[in-house]
């Protein structure tokens, strides 16, 4: 079975697809959601009640002095509706709160879930910083577009019928029409707007998150921008995605107080034509003056949230617009996939057998061409040949970083294919050519082959890998921060950190990439001693670049464009006289010279 590598998403989400891929996290938390719906609308049923016993205080207020009296229930009434209102408001917010970081949890974990399941060559190809900006900015998308929506446009549409019920019940029906008329020109307004300036917010995004690429990846290559003097070319490379941004956001601006300046235009006519009907109502004594205030207050009261909508619903489609770039990330299709019926690999010993092996990582380039040949259980294969004749594509498809365009990998007669990518690497254990180790102490760098093992298991594999004593004499022991990419650390003792780690994973398939080639002669040989010790008894893939490495190989297969030349034991191959030997007496040569 091969899993074809099916490239990104389309470009562009509508926002109804983004708030569907969101809707199944949201559900989670049913329950809470229910309550909170449920305080909110009893919450703006207070609200909306407010205006009323105002109207009854006033109106009892205004009779002549002799009859003056103070209206005991109707303030009674007036302090329970605002109290309701913002304590129900407050608890709507306390069990609203686990809803939406439980969302933004549950999402980010995903995302980052999905991106370890992508394949190396979407890693290879990826913008680390751009991509980190796009989660960021996703993530506190989800908790202002959960926030917002529910506490804000639906209970200001909640309250907009309710007013606009009591005003069409109580008043002439120009009150309501004019308030509708008005609502429905502002929000209409506001639609065609934000619409036309999305464009700007994510034109904004991009730039932004091309800038912090840039930025990400000169600061990755610190030393390289040093070696040739190149500071101020990547500032200036930096400045000039800025300036673009930047432009952008100037434009983004610019729109931005045209739509608030249109909105303050349509909500002052609304108003001034609402006081001005109520005034003729007076004047006229269909209304008193209490029917004013009401009428005064209801349009305050609904146009503040309006006013707050279109700037809530501007950020809204802000929010999707973020979400939309962090979803598409989950909508990168595995290239290399569990089969749906894969079996656990489960052994102590294995036996490897590549047969007739072909693969491309692009179609116009062929890597792998019908590459046979197989390592029995317990026994060392070392693989040698020219840069870029394949030999590290072996170890890759080995993990199924990539699955083989022909042919079969097979474990113990099994195709790696049918087995679980979890089985298949647990059982493989690797010290590459470059090490690279976390941003954190030894201790957790070695740990990291094995999760939960313990701190005597941990000492153990260093000092198998004769490591031990060095970290001890350090200032800080086990507990040694090892910098970024464990630059703190010189190549040698970096590998001896990988050698403990893989040790600590104890696996029955050992590979070393390289393992020794960036080092010393020095270093090399007392390394080269350790990886004999740890490969023994285990089936061994060894990819080498310094042939005095591999004379103790069981078998030696020599690589060519992608091909197998030669294969055989050290003795073997130099007897043919062959393209090993000639590698072999080149190497030769070379070491009498360096010597």
Not at 527 to 543: D, F, G, K, P, V
Request: proline share 2%.
């Amino acid at each position: 079975m091969r899993i074809s590598h099916s490239g990104p998403a389309p470009v562009n989400r509508n926002d109804f697809e983004t708030i569907k891929t969101l809707l199944p996290y949201l559900w989670t938390f049913k329950g809470r959601v229910t309550l909170a719906l449920a305080c909110m609308v009893l919450a703006k049923v207070a609200a909306v009640t407010v205006p009323l016993y105002l109207k009854d205080i006033v109106d009892q207020l205004s009779v002549p002095a002799t009859l003056l009296a103070v209206p005991v229930l109707a303030l009674v009434g007036y302090g329970c509706a605002r109290l309701l209102s913002g304590v129900l408001g407050e608890l709507r917010d306390a069990i609203f709160a686990r809803v939406i970081q439980g969302a933004v949890r549950q999402v980010a974990r995903s995302v980052f879930r999905h991106l370890f399941k992508l394949s190396l060559r979407f890693h290879l190809e990826r913008h680390t910083g751009g991509m980190s900006r796009d989660i960021e900015r996703g993530t506190k998308g989800i908790g202002f577009l959960l926030n917002f929506t529910v506490f804000n446009i639906l209970p200001t549409l909640l309250e907009i019928g309710m007013v606009t019920a009591i005003l069409f019940h109580r008043y002439a029906w120009e009150f309501a029409a004019v308030t509708l008329g008005t609502i429905a020109l502002y929000i209409a307004f506001t639609l065609v707007v934000t619409e036309w300036r999305t464009v700007y917010r994510r034109t904004m995004n991009d730039l932004d998150s091309k800038a912090n690429s840039k930025a990400i990846d000169a600061l990755l290559n610190y030393e390289t921008v040093k070696y040739f003097n190149n500071e101020e070319y990547e500032s200036k490379r930096y400045d000039g995605n800025l300036a673009a941004w930047e432009a952008s956001a100037v434009k983004n601006q610019v729109s931005l107080s045209l739509l608030n300046a249109g909105q303050a235009a349509i909500i002052a006519a609304g108003v001034t034509l609402v006081m001005v009907l109520a005034a003729r109502a007076v004047v006229a004594r269909t209304m008193t003056v209490g029917d004013v205030v009401l009428v005064a207050t209801f349009i305050t009261q609904l146009y503040a949230p309006l006013n707050f909508l279109g700037f809530v619903y501007r950020e809204i489609k802000h929010s999707l617009a973020d979400i939309e770039r962090m979803f598409k990330l989950l909508d990168v299709n595995l290239e290399v996939a569990d089969a749906p019926e894969a079996q656990l690999l489960d052994a102590r010993s294995a036996a490897i057998r590549f047969e007739r092996v072909g693969f491309a990582y692009e179609s116009k380039r062929q890597i792998l061409h019908d590459v046979d040949f197989s390592i029995p259980a317990g026994q060392t294969l070392a693989v040698v040949g020219a840069s870029g004749a394949g030999k590290s594509t072996l170890s890759r498809i080995l993990f199924r970083f990539y699955d083989v365009n022909a042919g079969a990998v097979r474990i113990n007669g099994t195709d790696i294919r049918h087995l679980t990518q979890d089985s298949l690497r647990a059982h493989i254990g690797i010290v590459p050519q470059d090490t690279v180790l976390f941003n954190d102490s030894i201790y957790y760098n070695i740990a990291y082959g094995k999760a939960g093992a313990s701190r005597e298991e941990v000492m153990e594999a260093a000092r198998s890998a004769h490591i031990h004593d060095f970290v001890v004499g350090l200032p800080d022991g086990y507990d040694t921060l090892v910098g970024e990419r464990g630059l703190k650390l010189s190549g040698g003792e970096k590998q001896r950190v990988a050698i403990a780690r893989t040790i600590l994973k104890n696996p029955p398939i050992l590979i070393f990439d390289e393992a020794t080639s960036a080092l010393d002669s020095r270093t090399e040989k007392a390394i080269q001693h350790e990886l004999a010790e740890i490969s023994a008894n285990r089936t061994t893939l060894i990819i080498a670049h310094r042939l005095s490495t591999i004379v103790d190989a069981d078998r030696i297969l020599v690589l060519d464009a992608g091909r197998v030349v030669e294969q055989g034991s050290h003795r073997e191959l130099l007897a043919k006289n062959g393209r090993y030997a000639e590698m072999w007496r080149l190497q030769q040569e070379s070491e009498v010279v360096e010597g």
